[in-house]
T-cell receptor
Framework: EAQVTQNPRYLITVTGKKLTVTCSQNMNHEYMSWYRQDPGLGLRQIYYSMNVEVTDKGDVPEGYKVSRKEKRNFPLILESPSPNQTSLYFC??????????????FGEGSRLTVL | GESVGLHLPTLSVQEGDNSIINCAYSNSASDYFIWYKQESGKGPQFIIDIRSNMDKRQGQRVTVLLNKTVKHLSLQIAATQPGDSAVYFCADNSNSGYALNFGKGTSLLVTP
């Protein structure tokens, strides 16, 4: 089954404790991206990657890191989480020619709470 | 500032009626406009897109209309069903082509 898989789905952590949210897709997509979703603010892009070893900042990259060592994986790293990073995170992927038309495949989301 | 925005945060319709969800945009340079559906507890799901050189596009039970004169986008759902209850987002690709700019969403509630 074609899918974007995120882990963990739910996480409660404390300020400053490094964490990684993994994302994996099995559709051989070149493009992968991370979004955060907050009430009243909608979906905002954190980082994106157009291919292996190519990453770029989105609208809200502060406090986050990403890597793209393999085509299928795009982990989101929070080196020192803070309470303002409490949010619902979504990973998305697509073929490059479908990104232009806006057709992204989203994961089920990872709800992160930072105390 | 926000490039796309929805007119109403919530919309309630009766099962079987047609639904119309509206969206305004500000960036005339956007090449594509897109509608997404997000059910409770799930990730957004692509519904349909429309290119800026088109006025109308139809899918299965959905129609998207684009009015470039007034910078308005709408999603029409025919014969709305309980499974259509979700939050609907409009988006455009105005940022860079590789990032979607999402609106805040309209919650559609279908009542029996």
């Amino acid at each position: 089954e074609a899918q974007v898989t995120q882990n963990p789905r739910y996480l409660i952590t404390v300020t400053g404790k490094k964490l990684t949210v993994t994302c994996s897709q099995n559709m051989n997509h070149e493009y992968m991206s991370w979004y955060r979703q907050d009430p009243g603010l909608g979906l905002r892009q954190i980082y994106y990657s157009m291919n292996v070893e190519v990453t770029d900042k989105g609208d809200v990259p502060e406090g986050y890191k990403v890597s793209r060592k393999e085509k299928r994986n795009f982990p989101l790293i929070l080196e020192s989480p803070s309470p303002n990073q409490t949010s619902l995170y979504f990973c998305a992927s697509s073929f490059l020619d479908r990104v232009i038309t806006g057709e992204l495949f989203f994961g089920e989301g990872s709800r992160l709470t930072v105390l | 500032g926000e490039s796309v925005g929805l007119h109403l945060p919530t919309l309630s319709v009766q099962e079987g009626d047609n639904s119309i969800i509206n969206c305004a945009y500000s960036n005339s340079a956007s090449d594509y406009f897109i509608w997404y559906k997000q059910e409770s507890g799930k990730g957004p799901q692509f519904i349909i897109d429309i290119r800026s050189n088109m006025d109308k596009r139809q899918g299965q039970r959905v129609t998207v209309l684009l009015n470039k004169t007034v910078k308005h986008l709408s999603l029409q759902i025919a014969a709305t069903q309980p499974g259509d209850s979700a939050v609907y987002f409009c988006a455009d690709n105005s940022n860079s082509g590789y990032a979607l700019n999402f609106g805040k969403g309209t919650s559609l509630l279908v009542t029996p």
